[in-house]
């Protein structure tokens, strides 16, 4: 079974940057659809940006496009999720998640999810 670990959260002030990184382990990375959604409190959970097995396609949502960018290296079972031009508005708990299969847009539901990293943005 795959396990995924987030790291890279952090606190940083508005226009600021963060690079998440996903570590992979218990298979190999180029089987699984993979992408990064948040839950903000008292908001729910929502989907960033996901990508399939071999790089392609890539989806972002639309608050993320042109500041976020998904990308996965499936020869060191990683997956990156760069962020930039950071907004209050990104403040939350960011998932890194893995499935075998991959739909592309918001209907894709993920099996595997890691424990989370925070991500906060100050104004």
């Known amino acids: 079974q795959v396990q995924l670990v987030e790291s890279g959260g952090g606190l940083v002030q508005a226009g600021g940057s963060l690079r998440l990184i996903c570590a992979v382990s218990?298979?190999?990375?180029?089987?699984?659809?993979m992408g990064w959604f948040r839950q903000a409190p008292g908001k729910e959970r929502e989907l960033v940006a996901s990508?399939?097995?071999?790089?392609?396609?890539?989806y972002y949502h639309y608050s993320v496009k042109g500041r976020f960018t998904i990308s996965r290296d499936n020869a060191k079972d990683t997956v990156l999720l760069q962020m930039i031009s950071l907004k209050p508005e990104d403040t939350a708990v960011y998932y890194c998640?893995?499935?075998?299969?991959?739909?592309?847009?918001?209907?894709?539901?993920?099996?595997?999810w890691g424990p989370g990293t925070q991500v906060t943005v100050s104004s």
């Open positions: 998640t893995a499935d075998r299969t991959f739909v592309y847009g918001t209907d894709w539901s993920p099996r595997y």
């Open positions: 218990g298979d190999a990375l180029a089987k699984y659809g």
């Open positions: 990508i399939g097995w071999s790089g392609a396609p890539t």
